[in-house]
């Protein structure tokens, strides 16, 4: 009976009919396939034009609610057999108020813009989004349904102009269909689509070609229908990127103080992009340069247990990379550090849809998890590193999937094993599950990379946090043979205009890896619940406001309490398109081991109760400044001594356009915790980057990273750290962007230390480096 009831209930779910896709009672345009030469220079002057089908912008749907849209907004949209054209006429009562930089892309938001949203199957899963501002500077990123979030890290080869009038702004756009994901073997297309434009004054008003309904959860579910596109092709879609990269690095060493040691390296590498099919993409590089061109943001690493995340930057990973994701970070690229090729297929067709991508590492690189702290591991030895994901969409609020990743070198290996599925039953309702099964084994002596002393192997009998040379990583790696764990996720979510509430339950084995993703945490299960209230005033400052909260629960597999947490906050949007959000948090966890060679929770640590507030704030004064203003006060462990204190976090940021050109961007970080006695630790952390974009296609970028820790050696009750820690990183750099792939970057880049053997801060490496790449497009 049982086994009847769930056939029942999958075939219910696989025969589910829905209304979620692009509708045309959302909004509906049909557009002519048109001949001709076309220039993107922003003027109208084509014939084309003329030809064009013809669409209105007339409803705002934030943050008034489906209201006539407060200024004229007309577009026109026709297609070749190779690209889509799209025009705006953005009217502006006020030319002179309007938000208009120069920038790199990705880089305008907050300006006027203007944008298009396609999702070219029209099946709710994925979206282009392509914006545009005044002065045509681009922005671009993917739309992911399955996991609610959309990233900028793509970056297509399209063409925009744009032009500020004595009416308002103008922009003229080209969107290659080489672009796209789509089946060319229907002579007639029908795309979900969305015509938007940002229109920045005293609050951000966002207006659309249709009205969006805040009660159904679902944004992409309610795109309009964009038919047409006859005989569309996407064409041969073969892109080669040869690229010559070249550096020079001097180092030395400071404590003491050595020579400068030079080494230079001259690299050649070629990248292949070629669409196979339109509906089959195939990425492949050889010696590719896999190098961070722009330095990560600056992270404070103190009084921290867990590694810090660092998102992926780089082109080879990020293309398409949407097709791999899932509920779980089970894939996460930057754990491939420096490969010397690699290939990926990715491919859509009809309800299934496939990513495979495999790559060597000259060393192998993953996370030690743990419950209560995590690190990375290093092997000097190179590794093969193989993900795969498949989903298959029988319905449009129903998707199953599968995820498998392998990373392998001579004596290690880490394997996983995971399915996954989504259920939309209603409007407002969303349930996602996912399962994950892994096999590991580590090298004998792996756990000595953790080992604080000089013996490890052996558990001593009078181990305490004082004496013993033991933590948990030496615990989680100290494994024979190969071991295997599981991992499991569910979600419900319920989201209606006014209300919403969910919950989840995450359970992570003692044993369980995903070395090519990012699970920090393991031997740990915890439930989650939560829920909040909008209000939306009209004719008030603030134009939404919402009160919400949760409570969770965590314990280990043997069911010891790691944590208990309980929240509330409030948040508000409004004038000067300002973000308010504050809240209060509570909670009971655990600290350090006692015993660092014992794995047990219950008494071998202590619980600690902390009441911390925290308050969070954006917006804009005046239209050339942006401020920010983080801040968290109230208990929090220390956890190098075991002990409660009590934080105090400030971390105010400016992003000052000195001219339409030239940004200034200023960032600080001051973090202390005082504990009984004084002032354990005052810790500061400065992020400063100037920008001169000399034009569109061109950059002037200066960065300086620095930071300052200083503690008092006195307070510190199991270790003598240093009273004094500083890092400088700059860098220098010049670019110049034809387009995304085809660039050239001169730049230089250097780090000063300094500690308590060494009283100032002393430069210990420069790096001059230079790449230029070429992308031929045949």
């Known amino acids: 009976m049982i086994k009847k009831t769930i056939s029942l209930f999958l075939v219910s779910l696989l025969s589910c009919a829905s209304v979620y896709a692009g509708d045309s009672n959302q909004f509906y345009t049909e557009i002519p396939t048109l001949k001709g030469e076309m220039s993107i220079d922003g003027d109208f002057n084509e014939p084309q034009w003329q030809q064009a089908a013809v669409v209105e912008l007339k409803y705002e749907t934030s943050p008034a609610e489906n209201t006539p849209a407060p200024v004229t907004t007309t577009a026109k949209i026709f297609a070749s057999q190779t690209s889509l054209y799209v025009a705006f006429i953005a009217n502006d009562p006020n030319p002179s108020e309007i938000r208009a930089n120069i920038r790199d892309r990705d880089s305008s938001w907050g300006d006027d813009m203007v944008g298009i949203k396609l999702d070219t199957y029209n099946n709710t899963r994925l979206a282009y989004q392509f914006f545009i501002n005044p002065y045509g500077a681009q922005n671009d990123s993917i739309e992911n349904e399955l996991t609610g979030q959309e990233s900028d890290a793509w970056d297509g080869i399209w063409y925009s102009k744009g032009k500020i009038t004595e009416q308002g702004f103008q922009v003229e756009v080209q969107l290659p269909l080489r672009l796209f994901n789509f089946d060319d073997a229907k002579a007639i297309q029908q795309w979900g689509i969305e015509?938007?434009?940002?229109?920045?004054?005293?609050?951000?008003?966002?207006?659309?070609?249709?009205?969006?309904?805040?009660?159904?959860?679902?944004?992409?579910?309610?795109?309009?229908?964009?038919?047409?596109?006859?005989?569309?092709?996407?064409?041969?879609?073969?892109?080669?990127?040869?690229?010559?990269?070249?550096?020079?690095?001097?180092?030395?060493?400071?404590?003491?103080?050595?020579?400068?040691?030079?080494?230079?390296?001259?690299?050649?590498?070629?990248?292949?992009?070629?669409?196979?099919?339109?509906?089959?993409?195939?990425?492949?590089?050889?010696?590719?340069?896999?190098?961070?061109?722009?330095?990560?943001a600056g992270q404070l690493d103190v009084n921290n247990t867990f590694a810090l995340f660092y998102p992926e930057k780089r082109a080879f990973?990020?293309?398409?990379?949407?097709?791999?994701?899932?509920?779980?970070?089970?894939?996460?690229?930057?754990?491939?550090?420096?490969?010397?090729?690699?290939?990926?297929?990715?491919?859509?067709?009809?309800?299934?849809?496939?990513?495979?991508?495999?790559?060597?590492?000259?060393?192998?690189?993953?996370?030690?998890?743990?419950?209560?702290?995590?690190?990375?591991?290093?092997?000097?030895?190179?590794?093969?590193?193989?993900?795969?994901?498949?989903?298959?969409?029988?319905?449009?609020?129903?998707?199953?999937?599968?995820?498998?990743?392998?990373?392998?070198?001579?004596?290690?290996?880490?394997y996983v094993y995971s399915s996954d599925l989504k259920y939309q039953p209603s409007e407002q309702d969303t349930f996602t599950a996912q399962y994950a099964f892994s096999q590991t084994q580590y090298p004998k002596d792996l756990f000595n990379q953790f080992c604080n002393g000089d013996d490890c192997n052996t558990i001593p009998t009078d181990c305490d946090i004082a004496n013993c040379d033991y933590n948990e990583r030496v615990l989680r790696t100290k494994q024979e043979g190969e071991f295997n764990g599981d991992m499991y996720k569910l979600t419900y979510e319920h989201n209606r205009r006014n209300w919403y509430a969910n919950t989840q339950y995450e359970s992570v084995g003692d044993d369980f890896r995903?070395?090519?993703g990012f699970i920090e945490k393991v031997d740990a299960a915890k439930f989650v619940a939560g829920g909040g209230y909008r209000w939306y005033p009209t004719d008030h400052f603030f134009s939404q406001i919402r009160f919400g909260g949760d409570w969770d629960i965590t314990h280990t597999q043997q069911?010891?309490?790691?944590?208990?947490?309980?929240?509330?906050?409030?948040?508000?949007?409004?004038?000067?398109?300002?973000?308010?959000?504050?809240?209060?948090?509570?909670?009971?966890?655990?600290?350090?081991?006692?015993?660092?060679?014992?794995?047990?929770?219950?008494?071998?640590?202590?619980?600690?109760?902390?009441?911390?507030?925290?308050?969070?704030?954006?917006?804009?004064?005046?239209?050339?400044?942006?401020?920010?203003?983080?801040?968290?006060?109230?208990?929090?462990?220390?956890?190098?001594?075991?002990?409660?204190?009590?934080?105090?976090?400030?971390?105010?940021?400016?992003?000052?356009?000195?001219?339409?050109?030239?940004?200034?961007?200023?960032s600080h970080r001051y973090q202390t915790l005082d504990v009984d006695g004084g002032r354990l630790f005052t810790a500061n952390l400065s992020d400063i980057r100037l920008n001169w974009q000399i034009s569109l296609n061109s950059f002037l970028r200066l960065s300086s990273v620095y930071t300052n820790i200083e503690r008092d050696p006195s307070l510190y009750l199991y270790q003598s750290p240093n009273a004094k820690f500083q890092d400088l990183g700059n860098e220098v750099l010049y670019g110049y962007k034809l387009n995304p792939q085809s660039v050239f970057y001169l730049g230089y880049s250097d780090a000063f230390k300094a500690s308590d053997e060494i009283d100032s801060l002393t430069q210990k490496d420069k790096t001059y480096f230079m790449k230029v790449s070429y992308a031929w497009l045949l």
């Open 317 to 414: 990973f990020l293309d398409n990379k949407d097709y791999f994701d899932s509920q779980l970070n089970l894939i996460h690229t930057r754990n491939i550090s420096s490969p010397d090729y690699g290939v990926k297929l990715t491919s859509k067709n009809d309800d299934h849809t496939v990513g495979v991508l495999a790559t060597n590492d000259i060393q192998t690189q993953f996370l030690i998890p743990g419950n209560l702290s995590s690190d990375i591991a290093t092997i000097d030895q190179e590794s093969y590193n193989v993900a795969a994901r498949y989903r298959y969409d029988p319905s449009r609020d129903f998707s199953i999937g599968t995820v498998v990743t392998l990373k392998q070198s001579d004596d290690y290996h880490n």
């Open 195 to 296: 015509l938007v434009r940002f229109y920045p004054r005293n609050e951000n008003h966002r207006l659309s070609t249709h009205r969006i309904d805040r009660n159904v959860s679902c944004k992409l579910c309610q795109l309009g229908i964009m038919q047409g596109l006859e005989g569309a092709k996407q064409g041969k879609d073969i892109q080669i990127t040869p690229s010559l990269v070249a550096n020079q690095n001097n180092h030395r060493t400071i404590n003491p103080q050595g020579p400068w040691e030079d080494e230079t390296n001259v690299e050649v590498g070629l990248d292949l992009r070629w669409g196979i099919t339109p509906t089959t993409l195939l990425n492949a590089t050889i010696n590719p340069d896999f190098s961070q061109v722009e330095a990560d």
């Open 559 to 666: 069911g010891e309490k790691l944590e208990q947490e309980a929240e509330v906050f409030l948040t508000l949007d409004g004038g000067y398109q300002s973000y308010v959000s504050t809240g209060v948090v509570q909670r009971t966890r655990v600290g350090r081991r006692h015993n660092p060679a014992n794995i047990d929770i219950e008494n071998n640590t202590q619980s600690f109760d902390e009441t911390m507030g925290w308050f969070y704030t954006n917006f804009l004064p005046i239209q050339q400044l942006k401020l920010e203003l983080d801040i968290n006060y109230g208990d929090n462990i220390d956890f190098a001594n075991d002990r409660l204190g009590t934080l105090t976090m400030f971390n105010p940021e400016v992003e000052w356009k000195v001219t339409e050109s030239i940004v200034l961007d200023v």
């Open 514 to 516: 995903a070395d090519l």
